[in-house]
């Protein structure tokens, strides 16, 4: 039903800053979460941050005071900020989607990945 596509990756220097964006399609449910996955190479995927249809936000401890999580509905996109970044944030990054049905959020939906790759 819902469709994820990501954008923004690439090549940046370690302090650079890069934004990633999560189109979503198809039938949305109103009540939702949003996050930002990734994968370093060697491990397995990790949260980043979600975000929920209320705006609600949630981190992961490595990505505090330096990234940012939003969305606007009306567009159905997500987007992460990421500041300062530094060499172990090199991973693919991943969009997910969960809807809600009435006791909690099922069906995941994943995006195809964006590469990011950050030197020092």
């Known amino acids: 039903q819902v469709q994820l596509v990501e954008s923004g990756g690439g090549l940046v220097q370690a302090g650079g800053s890069l934004r990633l964006s999560c189109a979503a399609s198809?039938?949305?449910?109103?009540?939702?979460?949003m996050g930002w996955y990734r994968q370093i190479a060697g491990e397995q995927r990790e949260l980043v941050a979600t975000?929920?249809?209320?705006?609600?936000?949630n981190y992961a401890d490595s990505v505090k005071g330096r990234f940012t999580i939003s969305r606007d509905n009306a567009k159905n996109t997500v987007y992460l900020q990421m500041n300062s970044l530094k060499p172990e944030d090199t991973a693919v990054y991943y969009c997910n989607y969960r809807r809600w049905y009435g006791g909690g959020y099922r069906s995941d939906t994943w995006g195809q990945g964006t590469q990011v790759t950050v030197s020092s």
């Open positions: 975000i929920t249809s209320g705006s609600s936000t």
């Open positions: 198809g039938s949305i449910f109103s009540i939702n979460i």
